[in-house]
């Protein structure tokens, strides 16, 4: 059946999910712009929220940005967990607003979680890529380091 | 056209409603037995009484049986606990609003003449699991592609709001403790209440446990103290902490929903559907606001509309106070207060069960409980309460309480369901 091609067309398809983890392991930061609007969005959207058009291109993210809300989380997941986090280790997540104008949540790196109060939202931030085991498998995540 | 006004088919009313204790039920307790129990309740709340034969469909809300019980199906598994093969039931699954959109869905049956009378509940055991993998399941209504491997939590999340709250407005963390204090307050005179002590009792109790222990007797100068000690309040994910969250816990709700025609057959007393709105937003990153919620938005304005009423009219509201943040989103998104605004109401105590707006009577997520399952409809039996005047003690001291509001968040408000209540 000619339909036989539809998996790899889906799954190499730049718009959806398992290429924007792709491109992450490649050390790239993969976001879309709207052909009609302008829009960019990260990861990459395949249809525009905005104008709810197809007509998208991707568009590397320079992996530049500041933070724009932040949390310290003491009690994590077991992914978390396994990697040494704890209530006396604490780990920083937050939201990055990148100079493109599109926002992601990531791991915060280089910030002094003992003080939370004192991180300072519109610290700079430029991305980097962590490898951790997931589920047997090595994987690579974004992270943000704070530019001091 | 999309944006015509929309209205019930017909009338809808609450009859009887029912919940059970919330709190950490041993291991061999399941779901379907709790929501056994509250729909006892709700059959013995009905004051002219039903026969159980004429109740025609099942909306039950629930997150997760499959990982906390591993067993799916489980609105099935609820109509025959209860006695009622081949009645059909539909189980709702929207993360925290399961049982507050199942409530909305059986009021639309209702309201479209497929049914006269219903039952819209909720369930969740969730205690048989460890902290660790509650945390973990719950991470599972997270955005997969971005805050999963940000190792993002719920509390997380909403800390994340909290920071762009304070950063915004000026917020802060004695805001949100005043929410707890609030909440646990409304909890220590709901004896259903998973937590049901006031941070007062607290203090009383840890300090009286260190003296048992032979240890100093610990002071604090009040409440706010107490919930700045890190021993007694740790971070969970700054600025939340332990006393900004919502407790894991065990618990079942459920209402009776029958056609207004026929409400009067049931109790003189019903409780009027007069609006119901349902939205959903991006994950929190994407918002173009992260200090206020679409969805909340969007539900209210479907139902304010559909009740031809306004904020400024609702006399009592149960919001989704998850973590302590979540109350002033909603306050706000609600229009109840403007945003950045609902603090100085909080600071006055406007919200507290003798104010001019009493929020969360019940002791809200943070102490009533947060059996996630059970949350919506919960919220529905506090406000049946409190509307007929029957909440006993946290009765609120308002007479003027002839409409009333809920709220009930999915995830990170990626859902949210609002509905408008009336008393006639």
Redesign the interface.
């Given at each position: 059946m000619a339909l036989e091609g539809e998996f790899t067309r889906i799954a190499e398809n730049e718009f959806y999910?398992a290429a924007?983890?792709r491109f992450i392991s490649q050390g790239k930061l993969m976001g879309s712009k709207c052909r009609k609007c302008g829009t960019i969005?990260v990861?990459p959207r395949p249809i525009c929220p905005k104008c709810h058009t197809h007509e998208m291109e991707l568009m590397a993210m320079k992996g530049k940005g500041k933070l724009?809300?932040?949390?310290?989380?003491?009690?994590?997941?077991?992914?978390?967990?396994e990697e040494g986090?704890n209530?006396e280790s604490?780990?920083c997540?937050?939201?990055v607003e990148l100079e493109e104008g599109a926002?992601?949540?990531?791991?915060i790196l280089g910030v002094d979680v003992t003080k939370?109060?004192q991180i300072k939202?519109g610290t700079p931030v430029t991305v980097e890529y962590q490898e951790r085991m997931h589920d047997g498998e090595k994987?690579t995540?974004?992270a943000f380091r704070a530019l001091s | 056209m999309f944006l015509r006004k929309r209205k019930l088919g017909r009338g809808v009313a609450v009859v009887g409603v029912g919940i059970t204790k919330f709190g950490v039920y041993p291991k061999g307790v399941k779901a379907s037995d709790l929501f056994v129990e509250a729909f006892d309740e709700m059959k013995r709340s009905v004051n002219k009484g039903l026969r159980d034969e004429d109740i025609e469909a099942f909306y039950i809300g629930n997150f997760s049986s499959d990982i906390f019980e591993k067993q799916v199906h489980c609105a099935a598994t609820v109509v025959s606990r209860v006695g009622l093969v081949p009645k059909p039931a539909v189980k709702v699954e929207n993360a925290c609003a399961s049982s507050g959109v199942a409530f909305r869905e059986g009021v639309i049956a209702v309201a479209s003449g497929i049914y006269d009378m219903v039952v819209a509940g909720g369930m969740e055991k969730m205690t048989n699991l460890s902290t660790t993998q509650v945390t973990e399941t719950l991470g599972l209504a997270l955005d997969p592609i971005c805050e999963f491997p940000a190792g993002e939590t719920f509390p997380g999340i909403f800390a994340t709001m909290a920071t762009a709250h304070m950063a915004k407005y000026g917020t802060t963390v004695e805001d949100f403790m005043r929410i707890g204090i609030k909440n646990h307050y409304n909890a220590g005179l709901n004896p259903k209440a998973h937590f049901d002590v006031s941070v007062k009792d607290f203090m009383k109790r840890r300090a009286a446990s260190a003296v048992k222990k032979g240890l100093p007797e610990p002071h604090w100068a009040d409440e706010m103290e107490f919930l700045h000690d890190p021993a007694q309040n740790p971070i969970i994910a700054w600025p939340m902490r332990l006393f900004d969250c919502s407790t894991v816990c065990d618990g079942a709700s459920c209402v009776l929903l029958v056609a207004e025609d026929i409400a009067k057959d049931f109790t003189d007393k019903p409780i009027y559907v007069i609006g119901t709105g349902q939205g959903s937003d991006y994950p929190v990153h994407e918002r173009e606001d992260m200090t206020s919620i679409k969805a909340t938005k969007e539900a209210a304005r479907q139902a304010y509309e559909m009740a031809g009423v306004s904020p400024k009219d609702i006399g009592v509201a149960e919001v989704h106070d998850c973590f302590t943040i979540a109350e002033i989103l909603s306050m706000e998104d609600l229009g109840f207060y403007k945003a950045g605004e609902a603090v100085r109401a909080l600071r006055e105590g406007e919200t507290n069960l003798d104010g001019k707006l009493p929020i969360n009577m019940d002791g809200g997520l943070k102490a009533k409980g947060h059996p996630v399952g059970a949350t919506g409809t919960g919220m529905v039996v506090e406000l049946f309460m409190q509307m007929r005047e029957n909440a006993g003690p946290r009765q609120v001291k308002r007479k003027d309480i002839d409409l009333g509001l809920m709220l009930n968040f999915g995830a990170h408000g990626s859902t949210a369901v609002v509905n408008i209540f009336e008393r006639r």
């Open positions: 999910s924007y983890e969005y990861p724009a809300a932040y949390t310290v989380i003491t009690v994590g997941p077991p992914m978390m967990v986090f209530r604490p780990y997540s937050g939201v926002r992601i949540t990531a791991r939370p109060d939202i994987m995540f974004t | -």
